[in-house]
């Protein structure tokens, strides 16, 4: 059964590293959902947080693949519920939103966003939260006919468990 | 301290030699002229074997090190010659081959311009090798070459990529090899071989009835065939191999009962389907050794020994995995190994070894109605004549699958053929590189003419380097195997496989190699035997039947036990 899952790969600042971990998808035909590289909390070491749909025999293959991967230090793959995981988008809203009580309401107390930049024309909002939630808020904007853009980020992710991070100890 | 500026391209060559390298198999051109001039300097010090095509340096570099064990090396220059060697760089990554290949780059500053002879050399490549690394600075090259040695010959052996940019050829750098690097590099750290699972290997073995070892290549790698026998022999187990693992065991030995997979012997394919425990030791199931997998070896519980644990259960799911070398864990495994031979397992051996000699083998060899040559009893003939003792080089092919059934091994790294990527056109410059890496011992490729002809420039490299190598066509006017699959699956339509060829003999009197060419049986073996006394490279055309099949064949998708012959 086909599901998404998310690959943390913990690897040395590279050139070609990327390349690598995203060919072991492309040999596979693997779409990749969302993907976010940042440094982690190791200088000269980055997290890569990939997400795809894919079944379980190949998420382990894949991961199997990726442990080969020379700059590689640990990778592993979770599901959603294993893991603390966000993302961000930002909103461009058009300023009628304010003159409507009820949506107005919305965007400024109940969405859980907060707004960074306001024009007369336009504001701009920032939420972090599961995809779901994003493209949930997104498309209620959508259907009112508000949103004039919209920008997502990859997941940025904590293990929930404490024991999880034993990574990086390699070094 | 001292300093010692040199240029960057002597730094490369200063860390070859470092690195214990003797030989290296290329083709210059522009970008890599640095390099190369250098080189000049360090004739005495390097033999730099010049092939005709960047994919018979390539090539050779994986004889060199399949017949050698050593890391390989080729060169090429920047875009064409880094293009060309790709075939040979998937061929020894699905083949887990060490090879250190360094193609030039384009001077760090002009990279994405597209400037003459550029192309992204590291992009191509990324999914074909286990590393690779562009050098953009003369500081990089001692502290790089040595990196790309250690990762291609540690762990599961592969190939390595070292894009080396002019510039950094060019730039003088303050060279100090340093032997004493450590490269800590998690997935080639050594793992600690688990206890709990080699007792309870031990255990499964004894209490079995109808165990067999599979060995792959890793037995050959890590040099475990001694070390497998005295397994097998204390556990009256028998020994099958795979194609890649031919010469790990000796093919003489009493308990090695032949070849697993498509083309395969009887016996281990029937076994295969009716053993109750396979030891399958440095192997990695290919589709080739396995035919349906969710049919394959229903009755067995399956121990696999393997150093890359990407392998476990990556095909066939297995029920013990021991990670580690196999020598190590072999090791491990004989002590308490004790098992004495259960009399109906063997007598099935010997009844499906019976069969195939009734039905297949003794029909084809023995066959006096036909004055045509079978390819079977060519391999036979070297194989009778040379005793054993020849290193086997194949293409791939009718005649690969020949080779395979019908050669004998009596030493290891002594079958060297293009397993797993199946790679026509390998066999004559992996030939050259096998000569070169074990100049001791008697080299024969074995080719087709469809095979030969993809690089048959290489007798070019033969005649100016003066290899000693014995080259045997066997010439069918057809690219063999496909035909007989266009016979069996494709209602004999034979689309695009007849050839018309050229005159070998006349090819090989060009390049100044000796030649003969036999058409009837009476012939062969007298050819051969002159072949393999005489010294100097020979060329031996043996035109063999136009639509002979190999049998028995197990069809793609099919159980092992559904075998055509």
């Known amino acids: 059964m086909n599901r998404e899952y998310i690959v943390v790969a913990f690897v040395n600042n590279q050139i070609s590293v990327l390349n690598r971990i995203t060919s072991a998808y492309l040999k596979r035909e693997i779409n990749i959902e969302s993907l976010n590289v940042s440094e982690s909390f190791v200088k000269g070491i980055s997290t890569i947080v990939i997400s795809a749909i894919t079944s379980a025999d190949t998420i382990e293959r894949i991961v199997n693949q990726l442990g080969n991967v020379i700059d590689v230090l640990q990778v592993d793959y979770y599901h959603q519920e294993d893991l603390i995981y966000k993302e961000m988008a930002l909103y461009k809203i058009s300023a009628d939103i304010l003159s409507d009580k009820s949506d107005s309401d919305y965007i400024l107390n109940r969405s859980n966003s907060r707004i960074i930049e306001m024009g007369k024309e336009f504001l701009i909002i920032e939420k972090s939260g599961s995809r779901y939630e994003l493209e949930k808020m997104k498309e209620k904007l959508e259907s009112k006919k508000f949103l004039a853009g919209y920008s997502r980020s990859g997941n940025a992710i904590l293990h929930r468990e404490q024991d999880k991070s034993i990574l990086l100890k390699v070094s | 301290m001292q300093k010692n500026y040199i240029k960057g391209s002597e730094a490369v060559l200063k860390s070859l030699i470092e690195e214990g390298v003797d030989t290296i198999f290329g083709y210059p051109g522009g970008t890599i002229m640095p390099l190369y001039d250098e080189l000049f300097n360090y004739k005495e010090k390097i033999n730099h074997i010049l092939v005709r095509h960047e994919q018979g340096a390539v090539h050779a570099a994986q004889g060199y090190s399949r017949a050698s064990g050593k890391v390989g090396v080729c060169i090429a220059t920047a875009g064409p010659g880094a ?161 890649m693992g031919l010469s790990a065991v000796p093919s003489n030995h009493p308990l090695f009962a032949g070849n697993v997979g498509m083309h395969g012997n009887l016996a281990p394919n029937m076994m295969t389907q009716r053993s109750d425990l396979i030891i399958a030791i440095g192997m990695r199931f290919s589709d080739r050794v396995t035919g349906d997998t969710s049919r394959y070896a229903p009755m067995a519980k399956i121990i696999h020994i393997d150093i890359d644990k990407a392998e476990f259960n990556k095909t066939i799911k297995s029920y013990l995995q021991i990670q580690g070398d196999a020598k190590e864990v072999v090791k491990l495994l004989i002590p308490g190994v004790k098992r004495s031979l259960d009399s109906e397992w063997d007598s ?45 080089v194949t293409d791939v092919g009718q005649h690969q699958m020949f080779c395979a059934r019908y050669s004998k091994f009596n030493y290891g790294r002594s079958m060297i053929t293009s397993g797993g990527l199946g790679t026509m056109g390998f066999g004559l410059p992996a030939a ?92 062969l073996d007298y050819a051969v035997k002159e072949m393999l006394e005489f010294r100097g490279s020979y060329l031996l055309e043996v035109v063999v039947r136009n639509e002979e099949n190999v049998f028995p064949m197990v069809p793609s998708g099919s159980s092992l036990d559904e075998i055509l012959y």
């Open chain 2, 348 to 392: 099935f051996i010997k009844e499906c070894w019976k069969k195939e000699r009734d039905l297949i083998i003794d029909k084809l060899l023995s066959d006096s109605v036909n004055d045509t040559v079978s390819m079977a009893q060519a391999v036979d003939s070297i194989a009778r004549i040379g005793k054993g003792s020849v290193v086997i």
């Open chain 2, 83 to 243: 293009t060309n060697i790709v075939t040979g760089i998937a061929d020894a990554l699905i083949d887990s081959t060490p090879l250190v290949c360094i193609t030039a780059q384009v001077s760090s500053d002009k990279l994405g311009t597209n400037f003459f002879q550029e192309a992204d050399t590291i992009s191509i490549t990324v999914p074909i090798t286990k590393w690779s690394y562009q050098i953009t600075s003369a500081d990089e090259v001692a502290v790089i070459i040595a990196k790309a040695f250690y990762i291609a010959r540690t762990g599961r052996p592969g190939p390595v990529l070292i894009s080396l940019t002019k510039n950094a050829q060019i730039e003088l750098t303050n060279y100090k090899y340093r032997s004493d690097l450590v490269f800590n590099i998690p997935c080639l750290k050594r793992v600690q071989i688990s206890q709990s699972s080699i007792k309870e290997a031990i255990d499964l073995i004894n209490s079995s009835k109808k165990p067999m070892i599979i060995v792959g290549q890793g037995v050959i790698i890590s040099e475990a065939g001694g070390d497998v026998i005295e397994l097998a022999e204390r556990g009256s187990m028998p020994i099958v191999s795979t194609l």
């Open chain 2, 432 to 523: 050259i590189g096998a000569k070169v890496g074990a100049p001791q011992r008697d080299v024969v490729a074995i080719l087709g003419d469809g095979g030969f002809q993809m690089t048959l420039q290489e007798l070019g490299t033969i005649m100016q380097s003066n290899i000693d190598l014995k080259v045997v066509i066997l010439n069918n006017s057809f690219l063999g195997m496909v035909r007989q699959w266009q016979e069996l699956f494709f209602e004999g339509r034979y689309s695009f496989t007849e050839m018309i060829n050229p005159n070998f003999i006349q090819i090989s009197n060009a390049y100044n190699i000796v030649s003969k060419r036999v058409e009837i049986r009476e012939e």
